[in-house]
């Protein structure tokens, strides 16, 4: 069963402005953890986020912030300022609730500023 | 602090042979995870290794692969009488202890299956 749902396949923003990706998520589970990662077309994925179930603060790294809201299944990734750097592919994933040792991604989204 | 290592880069192989893949985690990562990515997907969940003991497997994963951390350290992630259905980025990734298991990732093995 799908347990990532990144229902936007490629975004645009202008440079300097905010933008939205969107992930909901389907768990039963109490406790768990949430992900975004950054793949630029060199490939590596790049940790950018996390955000505990359990965490009633949003989570903030720089220009990222995690809006969740749990009783939607939501975990959308916000970049604030929006630079040329950050076009690349973004993933959400979300650490398997049972052992936690299994993680899963959603298809991702394509970002893409312009100058 | 290198990074997670992965080897080789690329690898192109005939239908039907056997291939190994190795990754070297960040020192004192005891946490290392495999993943197959294809074309337009995210990654998707192969194995987790806690030190030596491999103690997740998909079900997804067929008996065809099998890894390997036989000292904790590097793994190894071999395909046995490999298919085209096989082609794919096969990505390592490691996490420390006692963290949110956020994860690390080496730069990817692409293999291609002719």
């Known amino acids: 069963a799908q347990k990532i749902t990144q229902t936007q396949p490629g975004m645009f923003v202008q440079e300097k402005e905010a933008v939205t990706l969107d992930c909901t998520y389907d768990t039963s589970d109490q406790s768990y953890g949430l992900f975004w990662y950054k793949q630029p077309s060199s490939g590596e994925m790049i940790f950018l986020i996390y955000?505990?179930?359990?965490?009633?603060q949003n989570a903030t790294e720089g220009r990222y912030s995690l809006n969740f809201q749990k009783a939607r299944k939501s975990a959308n990734l916000v970049i604030s300022a929006s630079q040329l750097g950050d076009s690349a592919m973004y993933f959400c994933a979300m650490r398997g609730p049972l052992t936690g040792n299994q993680f899963y991604f959603g298809t991702g989204t394509s970002l893409t500023v312009i100058p | 602090d290198t990074g997670v290592s992965q080897d080789p880069r690329h690898k192109i192989t005939k239908r039907g042979q056997n291939v190994t893949f190795r990754c070297d985690p960040i020192?004192?990562?005891?946490?290392l995870y495999w993943y197959r990515q294809t074309l337009g997907q995210g990654p998707e969940f192969l194995t987790y290794f806690q030190n030596e003991a491999q103690l997740e497997k998909s079900r997804l994963l067929s008996d065809r692969f099998s890894a390997e951390r036989p000292k904790g350290s590097f793994s190894t992630l071999e395909i046995q009488r490999t298919e085209q259905g096989d082609s794919a980025m096969y990505l390592c990734a490691s996490s420390l202890p006692g963290t949110n298991y956020e994860q690390y990732f080496g730069p990817g093995t692409r293999l291609t299956v002719t």
């Open positions: 955000q505990g179930s359990y965490d009633e």
């Open positions: 020192s004192e990562h005891n946490r």
